[in-house]
């Protein structure tokens, strides 16, 4: 039994690295998507422009409009002397943030009493201009608490990523949603291949069993999948300055039992397709509602209820805990117990699911 699951295992392998162009295919994505995702999935927003009407002279105005100029995420400041102009600036996306400064604002400052202002952004860009509003905001409690030291002040620490750098965030989860792709692609394939090269009855009349050709299609996916995440690993770290403060053995343990979910999954997918065209097509039938169910878009909690306890369902939603956790919290094998617990489950009902399609399959 042994020495036939590992000669199906040398030839998925030899079938994935026979030619250079599979090799490339299995390199060259990884490292392009690693580079480029940190820079295009980012909610960071770093060119902010702002109009500014102000109707108050005094000082700490004038000191809070050149905060807005010193500040590294806005890159223009400009301003206007009515709020029609500071509607057109906003009609015509010139900015995407307008600030009007109210007349009582230094003298409310100088009371020590609530100083207002009124932060006007584009509602078609809502997601960025509520990010430039916050910049906007927490300049301003800047300025108000300087003016109110005497009274004494609060402090805001951000917790395992000081800085707030959002492409750490990006490549921790890259290790989940690139692991999906692979894991789900070459499971997905790996009957509908068999069945157009005509090899497919082949293998059915071979010796091996139905377990037996689960595990020999399932043991290189996820070797090819754990290659994969060390590249990714490099380039997070070398390249990128993510660091790394938890256990990479919990990291690698939680993606081993993660990529068998997953391949499971993609196995009966794959029983039911007769071409790789049909199997691809199936792939991000599943991938699609995965990734949307996972916590990586908008967060889970903030689902209906329903979708929720759909999402708690979902392998992707399990891992961007543990790699988040490994990376920037610290985590070992002990704290992440309860994913692995919930992966091992999800993967027993996954590769059950896939043995009993495979068995009648080939039965």
């Known amino acids: 039994m042994i020495h036939r ?5 040398i030839k998925e392998l030899q079938e994935q690295f026979s030619t250079r162009r599979g090799v490339m295919v299995l390199i060259v994505p990884i490292l392009m998507q690693t580079m480029l995702f940190p820079f295009v999935a980012t909610q960071d927003v770093t060119h902010c422009k702002v109009v500014v009407l102000c109707d108050d002279s005094g000082a700490p105005a004038t000191e809070l409009m050149q905060r807005f100029n010193g500040a590294p995420y806005i890159t223009d400041v400009k301003r206007v002397y009515s709020e029609k102009e500071m ?26 009493e609530t100083a207002r ?9 809502s997601n960025s201009s509520q990010i430039a509003a916050g910049y906007i905001t927490s300049i301003a409690n800047g300025l108000a608490e300087q003016n109110a030291s005497r009274l004494g ?4 620490r951000h917790l395992y990523n000081p800085t707030l750098n959002y492409r750490w965030f990006i490549l921790a989860c890259l290790f989940g949603m690139l692991g ?11 009957l509908a291949r068999e069945r157009e090269a005509g090899t497919y009855e082949q293998l059915c009349v071979t010796p091996l069993g139905a377990a037996e050709l689960l595990i020999g299609k399932t043991v290189p996916a996820t070797l090819i999948l754990l290659g994969q995440c060390f590249i990714i690993l490099l380039v997070a770290t070398c390249g990128f300055g993510l660091p790394l403060h938890g256990s990479v053995v919990a990291l690698y343990g939680a993606l081993a039992i993660y990529s068998l979910s997953l391949t499971g999954i993609g196995f009966a997918i794959s029983a039911f397709c007769k071409t790789q065209q049909q199997a691809f097509v199936g792939m991000y039938c599943f991938a699609l509602p995965a990734v949307l169910l996972s916590g990586f878009i908008a967060p889970a909690d903030n689902m209906p209820e329903f979708l929720q306890w759909v999402s708690r369902c979902n392998p992707i939603y399990y891992i961007f805990i543990v790699t988040r956790g490994v990376f920037m919290k610290g985590y070992t094998l002990s704290d992440i117990t309860p994913q692995l617990s919930a992966f091992a489950s999800i993967a027993a009902i996954t590769m059950s699911t896939a043995y009993i399609v495979l068995k009648i399959k080939k039965g």
Do not use: E, Y
Not at 5 to 9: D, H, R, T
Not at 95 to 109: E, K, N
Not at 153 to 156: M, Q, V
């Open 5 to 9: 699951i590992i000669a199906l295992i």
């Open 87 to 112: 509607t057109d600036a906003l009609d015509s996306q010139q900015c995407m943030v307008g600030v009007h400064i109210p007349s009582d604002f230094s003298r409310c400052l100088a009371r020590g």
């Open 117 to 125: 202002l009124q932060v006007v952004c584009d509602g078609l860009r």
């Open 153 to 156: 002040g609060s402090t805001l």
């Open 180 to 190: 999906m792709i692979t894991s789900m692609n070459i499971s997905c394939m790996a």
